[in-house]
């Protein structure tokens, strides 16, 4: 007998759709519910993705494969106590209460799963837990309709220690963490990656499988398929090294609040850009017009 709050089975489900892993138009997919001495796994996976989730086991020894459509029998708002008692190799028994109704509904698990379950990494390379944000951020930066250059990904610069990411009108970099590869690799963007849903705290780590990058969020793991054709522009040709700056500008708190809420107010005829003026030709001064 295996017991799993509803709860987290209805986070868990929000995790593998924004993975592309559940949906209408995805590939068949499998839950794998397996406990063992080591913890108590929740588990999902399509070629592209894999998701698990992992807590304190309870010493069932029992592994439990299913359609991922369970999830939406199973699955609630509420911190209620699902029950899976396996009665026959063909018949599995979940229990539960709804809102104080016993609810109860007979299962037929799968003898595997549809799509067998990567193996994660065992070394992880530590990093600060805002890199989870960064890549939601820089995910927001791409555009996935380019057809030169791989701009739906987020360019992963190992030597460099930085993220990167251009939709061609803009760019994001963002320099400081530390990868276990030296080399430069193209990771699609994934709905996943950042989602509100996982929350890293103090244990964050990115480790490398193959042709496949993986993060471990707290108690989550998340895999991606590395893309491993296309090209990514050369940001370092298009943004200036810092030596070659000429000019600073500082602002006080004051000022950069009020530039934060004038600037999307002022005149302008381009809609996409929304270009301004900068000139520090010995005062400060910023210019727009239609």
């Not at 398929?225 to 500008?249: M, W, Y």
Request: hydrophobic letters at 40%; aromatic letters at 6%; a negative charge.
């Amino acid at each position: 007998m295996i017991t799993i709050p509803r709860s987290l089975l209805d986070t868990f489900r929000s995790v593998v759709k924004r993975a592309a892993i559940m949906g209408r138009r995805v590939s068949a997919a499998s839950l794998s519910i397996v406990d063992n001495a080591e913890a108590l796994y929740l588990r999902a996976a399509n070629h592209e993705s894999a998701v698990e989730y992992r807590q304190p086991g309870q010493g069932t020894g029992v592994a439990i494969h299913l359609s991922l459509e369970v999830l939406d029998r199973w699955a609630g708002k509420k911190n209620e106590i699902l029950t899976l008692e396996p009665a026959g190799p063909e018949r599995l028994i979940a229990r539960w209460t709804d809102g104080g109704v016993p609810r109860q509904t007979e299962e037929t698990p799968l003898t595997e799963p549809n799509i067998p379950f990567p193996a994660f990494p065992t070394d992880w390379c530590e990093n600060d837990p805002e890199l989870w944000s960064g890549l939601a951020d820089a995910a927001a930066a791409t555009d996935s309709e380019s057809s030169r250059f791989a701009l739906g990904c987020i360019h992963l610069r190992g030597e460099k220690s930085k993220i990167e990411a251009t939709d061609g009108r803009h760019a994001f970099i963002h320099a400081g963490y530390q990868f276990p590869f030296t080399d430069n690799r193209l990771l699609p963007v994934n709905k996943v990656l950042g989602c509100r849903e996982l929350v890293p705290g103090e244990s964050f780590g990115i480790g490398v499988v193959g042709d496949a990058v993986a993060f471990r969020v707290g108690d989550w793991r998340v895999m991606l398929a590395l893309q491993k054709e296309g090209r990514f522009p050369r940001l370092d040709d298009v943004i200036p090294a810092v030596n070659f700056e000429t000019s600073r500008l500082t602002l006080s708190p004051e000022d950069a609040k009020f530039l934060e809420e004038t600037l999307p107010r002022l005149p302008c005829d381009n809609v996409q850009n929304h270009p301004i003026t900068l000139d520090l030709n010995g005062e400060v001064l910023v210019r727009s017009r239609e």
